[in-house]
């Protein structure tokens, strides 16, 4: 077991607590938050998958990720707050 199979494992054990935040979310700001976590830690997976591939596409796909994320997690902190800066 390399620590590669360690970090699929640790991945995956916070995407399914995280994934139990989104279906038993007491609000929406829970969820939300859940559901990025979900979506970071899929980036993780794809991460983790080209590091064991050895393959440079993955990086860009991961970043590509990543930005989008960000722009999601801005929106929805925006939502919350009602519009409010």
Do not use: E, N, Q
């Amino acid at each position: 077991m390399s620590i590669i199979d360690i970090a699929l494992a640790a991945v995956v054990v916070s995407m399914i607590i995280a994934t139990y935040r989104v279906l038993r979310g007491p609000s929406g700001a829970d969820r939300g938050s859940g559901s990025d976590m979900v979506f970071y830690g899929f980036v993780a997976l794809v991460a983790i998958l080209g590091i064991r591939l050895g393959t440079a596409l993955l990086v860009d796909i991961v970043v590509v990720c990543t930005l989008v994320g960000f722009l999601a997690a801005i929106s929805l902190a925006r939502l919350t707050a009602g519009g409010k800066r």
